[in-house]
């Protein structure tokens, strides 16, 4: 899916950058694992803590305080500072609960994904199942997804 993003991103000239929490980098190595990246990935951040997301993305910090690191809006903030930080056309961000153990009350597989563009941002609450890992890899494919079906014409 990450060669076919690569040819959707080039054909509107566009880029991308990505914001990770609970994928801790495993989207930024997927769209950078492709052949080409380089022609429309701009670069990413991993931020795991919450200083880490108030820091280097301008994550509010009395929100992170208030939710916790798992919500919405966090999801939002994240999207918004990276790609304001890097400049892309497209921004994604990921954050949400990998388990095994629940975190800010919030249960394993919870995550929330968030899409950044000129147009504003759109969030999206898929709840995943599995392990750790799968629930990683799940919301990577869920992360290329929300940006497919927004390229698609």
Same mark, same amino acid.
């Given at each position: 899916?990450?060669? %076919? $993003?690569?040819?959707? $991103?080039?054909?509107? +000239?566009?880029?991308?950058?990505v914001a990770e929490s609970l994928t801790g980098g495993l989207l930024a190595f997927t769209f950078? +694992?492709?052949?080409g990246a380089s022609d429309v990935f701009v670069g990413s951040v991993t931020a795991y803590t919450? +200083?880490?997301?108030?820091?280097?993305?301008?994550? %509010?910090?009395?929100? $992170?305080?208030?939710?916790?690191?798992?919500?919405?809006?966090?999801?939002?903030?994240?999207?918004?500072?990276?790609?304001?930080?890097?400049?892309?056309?497209?921004?994604?961000?990921?954050?949400?609960?990998?388990?095994?153990?629940?975190?800010d009350g919030r249960p394993v597989g919870t995550v929330f994904i968030a899409l950044a563009d000129?147009?504003?941002?759109?969030?999206?609450?898929?709840?995943?199942?599995?392990?750790?890992?799968?629930?990683?890899?799940?919301?990577?494919?869920?992360?290329?997804?929300? $940006?497919?079906?927004?390229?698609?014409?």
């Open positions: 899916m990450a060669r %076919e $993003l690569h040819g959707a $991103l080039q054909a509107a +000239d566009s880029t991308v950058a950078t +694992d492709a052949p919450d +200083d880490a997301k108030h820091r280097a993305l301008g994550v %509010e910090r009395a929100l $992170l305080e208030r939710h916790g690191a798992v919500n919405a809006e966090v999801a939002r903030q994240m999207a918004q500072g990276v790609r304001r930080l890097l400049g892309s056309t497209y921004a994604l961000s990921t954050t949400g609960v990998a388990g095994p153990q629940p975190q000129t147009r504003g941002t759109q969030v999206i609450s898929p709840h995943l199942d599995g392990d750790r890992h799968s629930i990683q890899r799940q919301c990577v494919a869920e992360a290329l997804g929300l $940006l497919q079906t927004h390229l698609r014409p």
